[in-house]
C-alpha cells in the first residue's frame, strides 16, 4: 500500500469555481502534513502546511482528519492561475524529516 | 526562493557512462535529499544527508550513491546509469527544529532532466 495515495484527476473547473479534493496516508503516526503545489515541468513548491486545526491561507483551505487519516485541500474562487498538480506530503514512519509524496491532483481551470 | 541550484539542468547520456548530478544550497541548511520523478510516481527518495558526510538510503538508492563533503552541496551519481534512470531528478533542502514536525519543509531545486539512451 502506498504510504499517500491521491485521485490524479484531472479536475476541470471553471473560473470563479470552489474545488476540493482529498488524500489519504497510511502512517496513523503522522506528525506533519503538507500541501504543495507543482507546475508542469517545475519544482514542487510549498503551498501550505496543514495544521490539526484545519488553516486558511487566502483561497486555500487545508483540513486534517486524523481518524480517517486523510488531508484535504479546497480551493475557493478558484483563478486560471490555480492550474498545477497539487502534490499531498506526509512525514514517512518513524522519521520526522523524509517526507513521503503522493502522485498528485492535477487541477485546470477554465475561462 | 530558498538558494538552491541544480547543475546541470539537462543531460543526455549512454547507457554504462557515470553521471554525477550537483546540488548547491546558501542557506546553511542541515539535511539535503535526492528525488527523482517519474509519471505516475510521486518523489521518491534516492539517498538523503543529514550532515557533512552523513548519508543514508532512501527507497530507491539501487544503483546511485552521494557524497556531501561540505554543508552546501551534496552529490549524487549514477555509477553506470540505464535507462530506467531517465527522470527528473530533484534535490530538496529542510532544516527540522527540535519538535516533531516543526519546521520540517522541505524546499527544492529546480530539477535536473536526464535522458539515459
Known sequence: RKE??????????????????????????????????????????????????????????????????????????SKLSDSATYLCVVNMENHDYKLSFGAGTTVTVRA | DAGITQSPRHKVTETGTPVTLRCHQTENHRYMYWYRQDPGHGLRLIHYSYGVKDTDKGEVSDGYSVSRSKTEDFLLTLESATSSQTSVYFCAISAPGGTPGQYNEQFFGPGTRLTVL
Open chain 1, 4 to 77: 499517500v495515495e491521491q485521485d490524479p484527476g484531472p479536475f476541470n473547473v471553471p473560473e470563479g469555481a470552489t474545488v476540493a479534493f482529498n488524500c489519504t496516508y497510511s502512517n496513523s503516526a503522522s506528525q506533519s502534513f503538507f500541501w504543495y503545489r507543482q507546475d508542469c515541468r517545475k519544482e514542487p513548491k510549498l503551498l501550505m502546511s496543514v495544521y490539526s486545526s484545519g488553516n486558511e491561507d487566502g483561497r486555500f483551505t487545508a483540513q486534517l482528519n486524523r481518524a480517517s487519516q486523510y488531508i484535504s485541500l479546497l480551493i475557493r474562487d
